[in-house]
């Protein structure tokens, strides 16, 4: 079973424009959640860490939540430029017995026109 | 320059014909693991190594093996391809999984079409 659910699963918007993704999860125990940005042929690389004890944080036009309450975080997307075109990817890390554990969301994927 | 390399970049094989895929990372990272990404699917791990003569089974692991002999080559086998496993793969390393300050850096990709 997928315990990270990202939504919506595509998204189109205007250059200019803002956006927000949304990214689920039931991981538990928590360790971290990290939002990935992957272009087209390219592997994902990494936007922003998020702990439990951290709300908010930004990264230039990025800027990521998270409510470990809810288990939600989101991605919001500020002016979007042609460039934010890509896949989105939300990691949870879960803090097992056994180490650390990854679980992938599906991504959302996101295009930017003129 | 700080890198995880994959080779080859795009790979046709037939059925049954043994093939592997490089990989090798510049970092110094303990933990290298290889996903395999499909439309709809995503990224899904197939198998892990948390260090040298470490290998862990992933969510997909079947028809594919692994070694890790030194810590910056982690190759990906595939001993009998079949045409299920056309996909995208990607190798990646950290730093150590859980650390907060440790993101996994991704390689290009290996397009593989099993025929």
């Known amino acids: 079973k997928n315990q990270v659910e990202q939504s919506p699963q595509s998204l189109i918007i205007l250059e200019g424009k803002n956006c927000t993704l949304q990214?689920?999860?039931?991981?538990?125990?928590?360790?971290?959640l990290r939002w990935y940005k992957q272009d087209t042929g390219r592997g994902p690389v990494s936007l922003t860490i998020m702990t439990f004890s951290e709300n908010t944080k930004s990264n230039g036009r990025y800027t990521a939540t998270l409510d470990a309450d809810t288990k939600q975080s989101s991605l919001h997307i500020t002016a979007s430029q042609l460039s934010d075109s890509a896949s989105y990817i939300c990691v949870v890390s879960e803090d097992s017995n056994s180490g650390y554990a990854l679980n992938f969301g599906k991504g959302t994927s996101l295009l930017v026109t003129p | 320059e700080a890198q995880v390399t994959q080779n080859p970049r795009y790979l046709i094989t037939v059925t049954g014909k043994k093939l592997t895929v490089t990989c090798s990372q510049n970092m110094n990272h303990e933990y290298m693991s290889w996903y395999r990404q499909d439309p709809g699917l995503g990224l899904r791990q197939i198998y892990y190594s948390m260090n040298v003569e470490v290998t862990d089974k992933g969510d997909v692991p079947e028809g594919y093996k692994v070694s890790r002999k030194e810590k910056r080559n982690f190759p990906l086998i595939l001993e009998s391809p079949s045409p299920n496993q056309t996909s995208l793969y990607f190798c990646a390393s950290s730093f150590r999984v859980g650390i907060h300050n440790s993101p996994l850096h991704f390689g290009n990709g290996t397009r593989l079409t099993v025929t």
């Open positions: 990214c689920n999860y039931t991981v538990s125990p928590f360790s971290n």
